[in-house]
Protein backbone atom coordinates (compact mmCIF):
# COMPACT_ATOMS: atom_id res chain seq x y z
CA UNK A 1 0.00 0.00 0.00
CA UNK A 2 1.62 3.15 -1.16
CA UNK A 3 1.22 5.98 1.49
CA UNK A 4 1.61 10.11 0.92
CA UNK A 5 3.75 11.81 3.37
CA UNK A 6 1.92 14.84 4.63
CA UNK A 7 4.51 17.94 5.60
CA UNK A 8 4.31 18.95 8.39
CA UNK A 9 2.64 22.09 9.58
CA UNK A 10 5.38 24.88 11.53
CA UNK A 11 3.91 27.86 12.93
CA UNK A 12 5.24 30.65 10.85
CA UNK A 13 8.44 32.46 11.81
CA UNK A 14 8.52 36.51 12.60
CA UNK A 15 10.51 38.08 9.79
CA UNK A 16 13.44 40.30 10.66
CA UNK A 17 11.21 43.43 10.02
CA UNK A 18 8.63 42.15 12.32
CA UNK A 19 10.94 41.32 15.39
CA UNK A 20 12.68 44.65 14.75
CA UNK A 21 9.30 46.43 15.76
CA UNK A 22 8.62 44.08 18.26
CA UNK A 23 11.99 44.70 20.20
CA UNK A 24 11.00 48.84 19.39
CA UNK A 25 8.03 48.98 21.11
CA UNK A 26 8.78 46.93 24.14
CA UNK A 27 12.05 47.50 25.05
CA UNK A 28 12.42 51.85 23.58
CA UNK A 29 8.93 52.43 24.96
CA UNK A 30 9.59 50.55 28.15
CA UNK A 31 12.69 53.14 28.51
CA UNK A 32 10.78 56.02 27.42
CA UNK A 33 9.00 56.32 31.22
CA UNK A 34 12.71 56.57 32.18
CA UNK A 35 14.04 59.03 29.94
CA UNK A 36 11.03 61.50 31.01
CA UNK A 37 12.19 61.25 34.53
CA UNK A 38 15.90 61.95 33.90
CA UNK A 39 14.36 64.89 31.42
CA UNK A 40 12.47 66.62 34.41
CA UNK A 41 15.92 67.57 35.97
CA UNK A 42 15.72 70.45 33.85
CA UNK A 43 12.61 70.52 31.98
CA UNK A 44 9.25 70.77 33.21
CA UNK A 45 6.95 68.22 32.36
CA UNK A 46 4.59 70.01 30.00
CA UNK A 47 7.11 72.12 28.55
CA UNK A 48 9.11 69.01 27.85
CA UNK A 49 6.23 66.74 26.26
CA UNK A 50 5.44 69.84 24.48
CA UNK A 51 8.41 70.16 22.95
CA UNK A 52 9.07 66.58 22.23
CA UNK A 53 6.31 66.27 20.32
CA UNK A 54 5.98 69.52 17.98
CA UNK A 55 9.51 68.33 17.15
CA UNK A 56 8.38 64.76 16.08
CA UNK A 57 5.19 65.79 14.28
CA UNK A 58 7.01 68.57 12.14
CA UNK A 59 9.98 66.41 11.63
CA UNK A 60 7.03 63.10 10.50
CA UNK A 61 4.78 65.90 8.63
CA UNK A 62 7.48 67.12 6.48
CA UNK A 63 8.52 63.40 5.86
CA UNK A 64 4.80 62.31 5.00
CA UNK A 65 4.89 65.51 2.64
CA UNK A 66 8.17 64.87 0.92
CA UNK A 67 6.71 61.33 -0.08
CA UNK A 68 3.66 62.90 -1.49
CA UNK A 69 1.13 62.76 1.47
CA UNK A 70 -1.29 65.08 1.21
CA UNK A 71 -2.14 67.74 4.12
CA UNK A 72 -4.82 66.36 6.30
CA UNK A 73 -8.18 68.54 5.96
CA UNK A 74 -10.18 71.07 8.23
CA UNK A 75 -12.18 68.46 9.62
CA UNK A 76 -9.12 66.04 10.38
CA UNK A 77 -7.16 68.73 11.90
CA UNK A 78 -9.98 69.28 14.40
CA UNK A 79 -10.05 65.88 15.18
CA UNK A 80 -6.28 66.05 15.93
CA UNK A 81 -7.02 69.12 18.60
CA UNK A 82 -9.15 66.84 19.94
CA UNK A 83 -7.54 63.25 19.92
CA UNK A 84 -4.06 65.18 20.82
CA UNK A 85 -5.07 67.45 23.29
CA UNK A 86 -6.61 64.01 25.18
CA UNK A 87 -3.76 61.78 24.43
CA UNK A 88 -1.13 64.03 24.42
CA UNK A 89 -2.09 66.75 25.94
CA UNK A 90 -3.50 65.06 29.42
CA UNK A 91 -1.72 61.28 28.45
CA UNK A 92 1.92 62.30 28.21
CA UNK A 93 1.29 65.48 30.18
CA UNK A 94 -0.07 63.88 33.44
CA UNK A 95 2.25 61.40 33.07
CA UNK A 96 5.32 63.36 33.14
CA UNK A 97 3.43 65.30 36.36
CA UNK A 98 3.04 62.00 38.03
CA UNK A 99 6.66 61.35 37.48
CA UNK A 100 7.81 64.10 39.63
CA UNK A 101 6.76 62.48 42.69
CA UNK A 102 6.30 58.52 41.76
CA UNK A 103 8.92 56.58 40.05
CA UNK A 104 9.19 55.68 37.18
CA UNK A 105 8.45 51.70 37.09
CA UNK A 106 4.96 52.66 39.28
CA UNK A 107 4.06 54.78 36.77
CA UNK A 108 3.69 52.46 33.86
CA UNK A 109 2.86 49.93 36.44
CA UNK A 110 -0.04 51.73 36.33
CA UNK A 111 -0.45 52.59 32.89
CA UNK A 112 -0.66 49.05 32.46
CA UNK A 113 -4.32 48.72 32.75
CA UNK A 114 -5.07 50.68 29.62
CA UNK A 115 -5.95 48.16 27.41
CA UNK A 116 -8.71 47.43 30.29
CA UNK A 117 -9.64 50.76 30.51
CA UNK A 118 -10.18 50.74 26.98
CA UNK A 119 -12.20 47.34 26.93
CA UNK A 120 -14.54 49.12 29.69
CA UNK A 121 -15.15 52.33 27.30
CA UNK A 122 -15.88 50.36 24.56
CA UNK A 123 -19.22 49.58 26.56
CA UNK A 124 -20.53 52.40 25.28
CA UNK A 125 -20.85 51.31 22.27
CA UNK A 126 -22.39 47.57 23.11
CA UNK A 127 -19.11 46.07 22.62
CA UNK A 128 -19.42 43.36 25.83
CA UNK A 129 -16.51 41.89 27.15
CA UNK A 130 -16.19 38.26 26.99
CA UNK A 131 -15.64 36.18 30.76
CA UNK A 132 -12.27 36.30 29.95
CA UNK A 133 -11.92 39.64 29.14
CA UNK A 134 -14.20 40.67 32.31
CA UNK A 135 -11.95 38.64 33.99
CA UNK A 136 -8.95 40.37 32.80
CA UNK A 137 -10.60 43.85 34.06
CA UNK A 138 -11.49 42.29 37.41
CA UNK A 139 -7.65 41.35 38.08
CA UNK A 140 -6.62 44.84 36.26
CA UNK A 141 -8.47 46.53 38.68
CA UNK A 142 -7.78 44.89 41.58
CA UNK A 143 -4.00 45.35 40.85
CA UNK A 144 -4.58 48.90 40.64
CA UNK A 145 -6.31 49.07 43.87
CA UNK A 146 -3.07 47.67 45.43
CA UNK A 147 -0.73 49.54 43.74
CA UNK A 148 -2.28 53.05 44.96
CA UNK A 149 -2.06 51.40 48.58
CA UNK A 150 2.02 50.89 47.82
CA UNK A 151 4.65 53.34 49.19
CA UNK A 152 5.16 55.04 46.14
CA UNK A 153 1.15 56.28 45.03
CA UNK A 154 0.74 56.30 48.87
CA UNK A 155 3.12 58.94 49.54
CA UNK A 156 1.92 61.09 46.46
CA UNK A 157 -1.65 61.99 46.17
CA UNK A 158 -0.43 64.37 43.88
CA UNK A 159 0.95 61.46 41.56
CA UNK A 160 -1.93 59.48 42.03
CA UNK A 161 -4.26 62.08 40.62
CA UNK A 162 -2.30 62.73 37.99
CA UNK A 163 -1.47 59.57 36.96
CA UNK A 164 -5.18 58.83 37.09
CA UNK A 165 -6.12 61.47 34.85
CA UNK A 166 -3.62 60.28 31.97
CA UNK A 167 -4.70 57.07 32.24
CA UNK A 168 -8.09 58.15 31.52
CA UNK A 169 -7.43 60.86 28.62
CA UNK A 170 -5.59 58.05 26.89
CA UNK A 171 -8.17 55.82 26.70
CA UNK A 172 -10.93 58.13 26.36
CA UNK A 173 -9.02 59.43 23.05
CA UNK A 174 -7.95 55.93 22.04
CA UNK A 175 -11.57 55.17 21.76
CA UNK A 176 -12.91 58.47 20.02
CA UNK A 177 -10.07 57.87 17.69
CA UNK A 178 -11.27 55.11 16.32
CA UNK A 179 -15.40 55.51 16.80
CA UNK A 180 -15.80 58.94 16.60
CA UNK A 181 -13.57 61.73 14.92
CA UNK A 182 -10.65 59.64 12.81
CA UNK A 183 -7.38 61.21 12.49
CA UNK A 184 -6.11 61.67 8.69
CA UNK A 185 -4.56 58.17 7.25
CA UNK A 186 -1.90 56.73 8.32
CA UNK A 187 1.60 58.42 9.09
CA UNK A 188 0.28 61.74 8.47
CA UNK A 189 -2.96 61.44 11.14
CA UNK A 190 0.21 60.45 13.61
CA UNK A 191 2.11 63.65 12.95
CA UNK A 192 -0.85 65.91 13.04
CA UNK A 193 -1.90 64.35 16.17
CA UNK A 194 1.51 65.20 17.52
CA UNK A 195 1.34 68.62 16.08
CA UNK A 196 -2.04 69.16 17.72
CA UNK A 197 -1.28 67.52 20.80
CA UNK A 198 1.76 69.65 21.25
CA UNK A 199 0.38 72.43 20.84
CA UNK A 200 -2.49 72.17 23.40
CA UNK A 201 0.82 71.03 26.07
CA UNK A 202 2.75 74.03 24.97
CA UNK A 203 -0.94 76.27 26.05
CA UNK A 204 -0.69 73.82 29.75
CA UNK A 205 3.24 74.97 30.25
CA UNK A 206 1.75 78.54 29.75
CA UNK A 207 -0.77 78.19 31.88
CA UNK A 208 1.36 76.93 34.35
CA UNK A 209 3.94 79.31 34.08
CA UNK A 210 6.48 76.83 33.37
CA UNK A 211 9.69 78.16 31.76
CA UNK A 212 13.58 76.80 30.77
CA UNK A 213 16.38 76.70 33.55
CA UNK A 214 19.49 79.02 33.11
CA UNK A 215 21.24 76.29 32.49
CA UNK A 216 19.98 72.49 30.92
CA UNK A 217 21.59 69.28 32.24
CA UNK A 218 23.46 67.58 29.49
CA UNK A 219 21.47 64.30 30.92
CA UNK A 220 18.17 65.89 30.00
CA UNK A 221 19.13 67.19 26.82
CA UNK A 222 19.98 63.66 25.74
CA UNK A 223 16.73 62.01 27.12
CA UNK A 224 14.92 65.09 25.61
CA UNK A 225 16.69 63.77 22.20
CA UNK A 226 15.86 60.19 22.76
CA UNK A 227 12.16 60.72 23.53
CA UNK A 228 11.61 62.48 20.15
CA UNK A 229 13.95 60.30 17.94
CA UNK A 230 13.03 56.83 19.73
CA UNK A 231 10.38 57.10 21.87
CA UNK A 232 7.88 59.35 19.16
CA UNK A 233 9.56 58.28 15.82
CA UNK A 234 10.88 54.85 15.77
CA UNK A 235 8.78 53.07 18.05
CA UNK A 236 5.65 54.91 17.06
CA UNK A 237 6.44 53.91 13.88
CA UNK A 238 7.23 50.54 14.76
CA UNK A 239 3.75 49.91 16.55
CA UNK A 240 2.31 50.85 12.82
CA UNK A 241 3.70 48.29 10.98
CA UNK A 242 3.05 45.75 13.55
CA UNK A 243 -0.64 46.91 13.70
CA UNK A 244 -0.44 46.56 9.48
CA UNK A 245 1.46 43.20 9.30
CA UNK A 246 0.70 41.28 12.65
CA UNK A 247 -1.76 40.17 14.90
CA UNK A 248 -3.54 42.61 17.33
CA UNK A 249 -2.41 40.92 20.14
CA UNK A 250 0.77 40.90 19.20
CA UNK A 251 1.42 44.49 18.06
CA UNK A 252 -0.40 45.17 21.95
CA UNK A 253 2.38 42.74 23.50
CA UNK A 254 4.45 46.16 25.01
CA UNK A 255 1.25 46.47 27.36
CA UNK A 256 2.43 43.87 29.49
CA UNK A 257 6.36 43.57 28.55
CA UNK A 258 6.54 47.73 29.28
CA UNK A 259 6.09 47.91 33.07
CA UNK A 260 8.69 45.43 33.54
CA UNK A 261 11.39 46.53 31.07
CA UNK A 262 10.38 49.74 32.74
CA UNK A 263 10.56 49.11 36.70
CA UNK A 264 13.82 46.89 35.86
CA UNK A 265 15.73 50.35 34.27
CA UNK A 266 14.23 52.21 37.03
CA UNK A 267 15.48 49.83 39.89
CA UNK A 268 18.87 49.42 38.20
CA UNK A 269 19.25 52.71 37.07
CA UNK A 270 17.74 55.28 38.57
CA UNK A 271 17.97 53.41 42.07
CA UNK A 272 14.01 53.66 42.38
CA UNK A 273 12.59 51.90 45.75
CA UNK A 274 10.10 49.44 44.65
CA UNK A 275 8.13 46.97 47.44
CA UNK A 276 7.30 43.80 47.49
CA UNK A 277 3.52 44.45 47.77
CA UNK A 278 4.10 46.68 44.20
CA UNK A 279 5.77 44.12 42.69
CA UNK A 280 2.94 41.93 43.75
CA UNK A 281 0.37 44.48 42.71
CA UNK A 282 2.38 45.19 38.78
CA UNK A 283 1.77 41.33 38.77
CA UNK A 284 -1.86 41.43 39.24
CA UNK A 285 -2.35 44.25 36.48
CA UNK A 286 -0.12 42.18 34.40
CA UNK A 287 -2.27 39.01 34.41
CA UNK A 288 -5.41 41.09 33.87
CA UNK A 289 -3.72 42.26 30.66
CA UNK A 290 -2.31 38.85 29.29
CA UNK A 291 -6.18 37.38 29.63
CA UNK A 292 -7.46 40.36 27.86
CA UNK A 293 -4.84 40.02 25.23
CA UNK A 294 -5.22 36.84 25.11
CA UNK A 295 -9.03 37.05 23.87
CA UNK A 296 -8.30 39.70 21.43
CA UNK A 297 -5.90 37.02 20.03
CA UNK A 298 -8.41 33.91 19.94
CA UNK A 299 -10.96 36.47 17.91
CA UNK A 300 -8.45 37.96 15.16
CA UNK A 301 -7.60 34.38 14.89
CA UNK A 302 -10.74 33.16 14.19
Known amino acids: M ?8 TAPMLSTRLLFC ?3 TWLVWGSTYLAIKVALVSLPPFLQMGSRFLVAGAL ?3 WMRWRGAPWPGRRQWLH ?30 FIAVMPLMIAGLNLLWGEKPSRLESLGI ?43 WPLAPGAMGFA ?25 EPQALWAWAYLVAFGSLVAFN ?13 ASSYSFVNPVIAMLLGVMLAGEQISGHEWLAAGVV ?5 LLLIRRARSAAR
Open 60 to 62: LAT
Open 22 to 24: LAA
Open 138 to 180: AFGLVGVLLLTQGQGFGASPTGLVAISVACASWAVGSVLSQRV
Open 286 to 290: LVGVV
Open 192 to 216: SEMLAGGVVLMGLSLLHGEALPERI
Open 80 to 109: ALVIGGLMLGGGMGGTATAEQTVGSGLVVA
Open 238 to 250: AYMVLLAEASAGL
Open 2 to 9: NTTTLPLK
